[in-house]
């Protein structure tokens, strides 16, 4: 019989809804932290630290499992290096480096596509096409992003203006897409030796990064600041937002899943309202309604016949 306070663990482990919306509510903090401290916590290096950070985490509990699985996660080591890059390097350091240039609203509407980069290389990988119910739903709960991030006025799309910014934080999405898909074909190994490894690969990727970085004169300031946004990304953003969101891609599949990227959006509007105080309306109510049914629609098991080509 498993010990008293595994039991919980052990039921959100096997929880696919509750691990991915968790995750999404962790990236929306990340990303208007990322915008809040932009100028004032240098992005390359947030991101190597965040992963270094991560690995220390995670070693006291990752390290036996990784000495059963190394021989493994070698074997496969092209996977492993593709996931550390994608995942963990390129994504990470695009996404923090963008928010030095852009608004937090263009972020949250281009995060909006990532379902789409998700299906789309899962169908060029993989041949994995999406069913109905799954194009209806991502359809939909896009639908409920652009009323929340518009504030219900479409008309406010035409003045939204694109610029170096938000070109990196979609090619950022466009790797994390990658990532998500080729999650699927991850080695038969511990979620924690894998993201451990991807982890202490990742950190070693963005170190030269890093370092030119501070050679250029943007230097961390080890300030309370500073500090809490190093903890934050760390512990949430990072080991728990990874380890949900890997496993519930692992139980429910990834196109399944990536409609719940959805509610980074949703959870950051939330966070403007409730930091901000900006004022909860009827456009909110509306938006979050097709959001959650999008997931929900989009989350469905379909029959093999109803895939759209």
Known sequence: MPAPHRQPLSWLNNQPYLLLTLASLFWAGNIVLARYVAGHVPPLTLSCIRWIGTFLMLWPFAKGHLMRDWRTLFAHWPLMLLLALTGFAINNALSYWAMQYTQALNGLLIQSSTPLFVALWSLLLF?????????????????????????????????????????????????????????????????????????????????????????????????????????????FASTLAYLFFNRGISLIGPNRAAPFLHLVPLFGSVLAIVLLGEELRLFHLAGYTLVIAGVIVASRVAAPVTSIR
């Open 127 to 235: 041949g994995m096409r999406l069913t109905k119910a799954q194009f209806a739903g991502i359809a939909m709960s896009l639908i409920g992003v652009l009323v929340i991030l518009l504030r219900g006025d479409l008309g406010a799309l035409a003045a939204i203006q694109f610029n170096r910014g938000d070109l990196m934080f979609a090619g950022a999405l466009l790797v994390f897409g990658l990532y998500s898909a080729a999650m699927t074909r991850r080695p038969a190994v511990h979620q924690l030796s894998l993201i451990s490894w991807c982890t202490a690969a990742g950190a070693v990727l963005l170190l030269p990064f890093a370092v030119w970085e501070y050679s250029s004169g943007f230097v961390l300031k080890l300030d309370l600041l500073s500090v809490a946004t190093l903890g934050y990304v760390v512990v």
